[in-house]
């Protein structure tokens, strides 16, 4: 099983609006990340945690709000978004970080649309 | 920092072989992946390098010079299903962790 899923796949939410971006992975990998992606440009990194603590945050405002309550799981929470930040967001995670080998699966990723 | 470059566009036609080049500058580096996305889909895995030399899966091919920071994939006969958007990725090792970087992609356009 290399599955890595995310719900939900769309979300349309107001500016105003709370919500949350889910990631769960079964694989035992120890490493998750969030990536952000608009239409024809490469992923690019928002958060990476290893071991469940957060070790690299790629300057993202704080209206993104990453967590990894276990092994197994990363939500981003959302609140008051701009239309701007419309965008596919993508869920990775690999075995381990710094060992040579390790594949990072993506999911299928959840498309946002702030309104 | 780090920089990574692939061309923007490409063609070719179907039964054809096509390499698409890719250079990176980083430290820390731990390994290139490569990724093929569909529009509207998220990237899946093609390929990973991370000692210098050729590793073939299928029709596909990857291949890695760290001396030279260049790798690149190759695709034999191609299908038009091939179509669609290759992503260079490096892994880069710092004090902060380890994140996989990605150059902007190369659109390759597979005709009949």
């Known amino acids: 099983d290399t599955e890595v899923t995310q719900t939900p796949k769309h979300l349309v939410m107001g500016m105003t609006n709370k919500k949350s971006l889910k990631c769960e992975q079964h694989?035992?990998?120890?490493?998750m990340y969030w990536y952000k992606q608009k239409a024809k440009k490469p992923p690019e990194l928002m958060f990476v945690?290893?071991?469940?603590?957060?070790?690299i945050n790629e300057s993202v405002p704080s209206r993104f709000s990453p967590e990894c309550p276990n092994s197994s799981l990363l939500n981003l929470h959302l609140h008051a978004l701009q239309p701007e930040d419309s965008a596919l967001y993508l869920c990775?995670?690999?075995?381990?970080?710094?060992?040579?080998?390790?594949?990072?699966?993506f999911g299928e990723g959840s498309w946002l649309t702030v309104v | 920092g780090q920089n990574i470059d692939q061309p923007t566009e490409m063609t070719a036609t179907e039964g054809a072989i096509v390499q698409i080049n890719c250079t990176y500058q980083t430290s820390g580096f731990n390994g290139l992946f490569w990724y093929q996305q569909h529009a509207g889909e998220a990237p899946t895995f093609l390929s990973y390098n991370v000692l210098d030399g050729l590793e073939e899966k299928g029709r596909f091919s990857s291949f890695l010079s760290r001396s030279k920071g260049y790798s690149y994939l190759l695709l034999k006969e191609l299908q038009m299903k091939d179509s669609a958007s290759y992503l260079c990725a490096v892994r880069a090792n710092n004090q902060a962790g380890t994140a996989l970087i990605f150059g902007k992609g190369t659109t390759l356009s597979v005709s009949s």
């Open positions: 694989m035992g990998h120890r490493a």
């Open positions: 990775a995670s690999s075995d381990g970080q710094g060992r040579g080998g390790n594949t990072i699966y």
């Open positions: 945690y290893s071991y469940e603590k957060l070790s």
